[in-house]
T-cell receptor, first 112, second 112 residues
Framework: SQQGEEDPQALSIQEGENATMNCSYK?????LQWYRQNSGRGLVHLILIRSNEREKHSGRLRVTLDTSKKSSSLLITASRAADTASYFC????????????FGAGTILRVKS | KAGVTQTPRYLIKTRGQQVTLSCSPISGHRSVSWYQQTPGQGLQFLFEYFSETQRNKGNFPGRFSGRQFSNSRSEMNVSTLELGDSALYLC???????????FGQGTRLTVV
């Protein structure tokens, strides 16, 4: 079963615009990870944010985490056509070993 | 540093047959997890192995099994294949402490 929801389910933007995706979850977590997937291929790890962190940056990516609201957001700035992919959040729940619980994903399309 | 390697990349099997998928984790990673991805159910956790021991198991029938070898390589086996087992099977490896999980390209299994 999937822990939470991602919002929106699909997003279409123009190249150069920013894209924001949101993720909600239900339980206490050790960390939350964001992944990208191109056309049913493997998952590419983007960023991990720990439960005691509020914001993290990596290149054009900015991730925030609000544990009180059990939500996270992924911002991709100055998007490129190559960013077109599905994006998933995954939570590492406390006491659950290395099991990741994935959201349903957001399909991002960047038009050039 | 080599990434997670999954073999084979594609498989076509007939209902009732069994299949074995292989995963070689990133060097130094001792935890290996398996996930099933389908359009209907999304990404679902199958099981996790650490030091040759299964630490966690998802809600899948006993037809799904796995093991891990002393070199951390892992295999998963699905017996008595059903049409609904058609999916992308993903393997992830991680160290113990920071828990970033890195995925392979997956094995696309089609059951006919």
């Amino acid at each position: 079963s999937q822990q939470g929801e991602e919002d929106p389910q699909a997003l279409s933007i123009q190249e150069g615009e920013n894209a924001t995706m949101n993720c909600s979850y239900k339980t206490s977590i050790n960390n939350l990870q964001w992944y990208r997937q191109n056309s049913g291929r493997g998952l590419v790890h983007l960023i991990l944010i720990r439960s005691n962190e509020r914001e993290k940056h990596s290149g054009r990516l900015r991730v925030t985490l609000d544990t009180s609201k059990k939500s996270s957001s992924l911002l991709i700035t100055a998007s490129r056509a190559a960013d077109t992919a599905s994006y998933f959040c995954a939570t590492d729940e406390i006491g659950n070993g290395n099991k990741l619980v994935f959201g349903a994903g957001t399909i991002l399309r960047v038009k050039s | 540093k080599a990434g997670v390697t999954q073999t084979p990349r594609y498989l076509i099997k007939t209902r009732g047959q069994q299949v074995t998928l292989s995963c070689s984790p990133i060097s130094g990673h001792r935890s290996v997890s398996w996930y099933q991805q389908t359009p209907g159910q999304g990404l679902q956790f199958l099981f996790e192995y650490f030091s040759e021991t299964q630490r966690n198991k998802g809600n899948f029938p006993g037809r799904f099994s796995g093991r891990q070898f002393s070199n951390s390589r892992s295999e998963m086996n699905v017996s008595t294949l059903e049409l609904g087992d058609s999916a992308l099977y993903l393997c992830a490896s991680s160290r113990v402490l920071d828990r970033e999980a890195f995925f392979g390209q997956g094995t696309r299994l089609t059951v006919v």
